[in-house]
């Protein structure tokens, strides 16, 4: 069997102090104390600026040994760009978060909703990815989902993100050596617990995807807490089995 990761998209925020983070946790210790419940999380600062290498640093010196981080690439390279000339911000990210070391885990890239199919500049965007790396692309637009799209994906071995977002929810099709799923909570509005019924479907089909491949799984929903509550029970489910 394969290893499961499982874990929230992002940590820092204010309004899980209470029900998650003890009152005592202050925001520079959040990290440190999260990264003993989960094993992985999603580095979602990421998406919006280029972190400093003193933060890259500090993510990976807080953390344990056999941790590991998702990187949320730049929206400049998937919003702003749209994936067009891809290989200097490709570089630019690249070699910050090689401050990671051993603890880079996938890649994840979100496009945006705007941004319809095209396989043509799928295909550029693809083969100027470094190899070495796992990858895994978040559609928001539902043309994507075609044979022809997918395909791509499975010949240079990069995971459909599953996704529930409201936008474009994914089919739950397999298209890497492992599997990256991102639930944003029911609906896909980021918000509500998904609710043992749920949950249980998903550790269903993680038991699956085990047998060969690695699992990551990472929470959105993550207003009132709801994401590490989900995360917590949905390991409870899987080690019960």
């Not at 990421?46 to 981080?69: C, G, H, I, K, N």
């Not at 998702?70 to 978060?97: I, Q, Y």
């Not at 539902?142 to 994906?153: K, T």
Request: with cysteine.
């Amino acid at each position: 069997m394969r290893d499961v990761r499982i874990g929230t998209s992002g940590w820092a925020y204010k309004d899980w102090n209470g029900p998650f983070y003890p009152e005592e946790v202050k925001a520079a210790g959040r990290l440190e104390y999260i990264s003993r419940r989960f094993r992985t999380l999603e580095i979602n600062a990421s998406f919006y600026r280029m972190p400093t290498e003193q933060a890259v640093a500090a993510w990976r010196d807080q953390t344990p040994d056999d941790f590991l981080f998702a990187w949320k690439a730049s929206r400049f390279l998937t919003h702003n760009k749209k994936l067009k000339d891809p290989v200097e911000p490709l570089a630019r990210m690249f070699g910050m978060l090689a401050g990671l070391g051993d603890k880079i885990g996938p890649i994840l890239f979100q496009l945006p909703p705007n941004l319809h199919r095209n396989d043509e500049r799928l295909q550029t965007f693809l083969d100027a990815l470094p190899e070495g790396y796992r990858y895994s692309v978040e559609f928001r637009h539902p043309g994507w989902y075609a044979d022809g799209v997918l395909e791509r994906l499975r010949r240079r071995n990069v995971a459909l993100c599953i996704s529930d977002h409201h936008d474009a929810p994914a089919p739950w099709e397999t298209t890497a050596d492992f599997i990256y799923l991102r639930g944003h909570g029911p609906g896909g509005h980021y918000h509500g617990r998904y609710g043992e019924a749920a949950l249980r479907e998903w550790a269903e089909a993680i038991r699956g995807w085990r047998r060969d491949r690695e699992v990551f799984v990472y929470f959105d929903n993550d207003i009132k807490s709801a994401a590490p509550a989900d995360a917590e029970q949905l390991i409870g489910l899987l080690e019960k089995a």
